[in-house]
């Protein structure tokens, strides 16, 4: 049976992504064993005269799934870069280090191999919200300003255990590594303002 989140994702959002916007993905390779999977602007003249935004997703979808509405919308105004963070996507790593300022160096280190050296306003989402003001932290020259939506400005102990004991969790994997379809859809309600009506189906086909 199809997935149907994969097959909208890889048959339709990538097309359209391509075809209707105007960007399209680049596998960049941060160190050995690292690369990070960007979609980035396909004319050298967006990338040139525009001023650089980069999305950077939560934990749970990919770069392209999280923010497929804001990309277009800010396309005509913006030279548009939305990575996969490590483990999402295409994007992988064989370093041991997996804290919020590894990320921000393979960001500001990617950005740099796509040309992008300063003046970029950087939105984040959930984890993405700390790696941005990490970002801004380590390398003020590139990063402009910060838009952080859903998320803390550093993921601390005490923040860590306020924030499991208000949702009902003894780990972050047991809520962000959902083991039941139900578990999943307690994630989505978690994690949406607004809910969406969405079928069984779809949230059976996004846990797995």
């Given at each position: 049976m199809v997935n149907v989140v994969v097959?909208?994702?890889?048959?339709?959002?990538?097309?359209?992504?391509?075809?209707?916007?105007g960007t399209q993905p680049e596998a960049v390779e941060i160190e050995e064993g690292t690369v990070i999977n960007f979609w980035v602007p396909t004319t050298s003249a967006t990338k040139n005269h525009l001023p650089p935004l980069v999305f950077l997703h939560g934990f749970g979808f990919n770069g392209i799934l999280t923010w497929q509405f804001q990309i277009p919308a800010f396309s005509r105004s913006h030279s548009v870069y939305v990575p996969d963070l490590l483990f999402f996507g295409c994007s992988f790593t064989q370093n041991p280090r997996r804290s919020?300022?590894?990320m921000a160096e393979?960001?500001?280190?990617?950005l740099r191999k796509l040309g992008?050296?300063?003046?970029?306003?950087?939105?984040?989402?959930?984890y993405g919200g700390i790696v941005a003001?990490?970002?801004?932290?380590?390398?003020?020259?590139?990063?402009?300003?910060?838009?952080?939506?859903?998320?803390?400005?550093?993921?601390?102990?005490?923040?860590?255990?306020?924030g499991l004991e208000r949702l009902g969790y003894g780990s972050w994997?047991?809520?962000?590594?959902?083991?039941?379809?139900?578990?999943?859809?307690?994630?989505?309600?978690?994690?949406a303002y607004k809910q969406l009506p969405l079928p069984a189906r779809v949230v059976k086909d996004a846990w797995e």
């Open positions: 097959a909208y994702q890889d048959h339709f959002l990538r097309r359209l992504m391509k075809v209707a916007v919020p300022a590894f393979c960001l500001a280190k990617g992008v050296e300063r003046g970029c306003t950087v939105v984040g989402f959930s003001f990490k970002m801004a932290e380590m390398f003020p020259e590139m990063v402009r300003a910060v838009v952080v939506t859903g998320s803390g400005m550093e993921f601390t102990r005490s923040v860590s255990r306020s994997a047991e809520c962000l590594v959902p083991e039941t379809v139900e578990g999943m859809q307690k994630l989505l309600e978690i994690a």
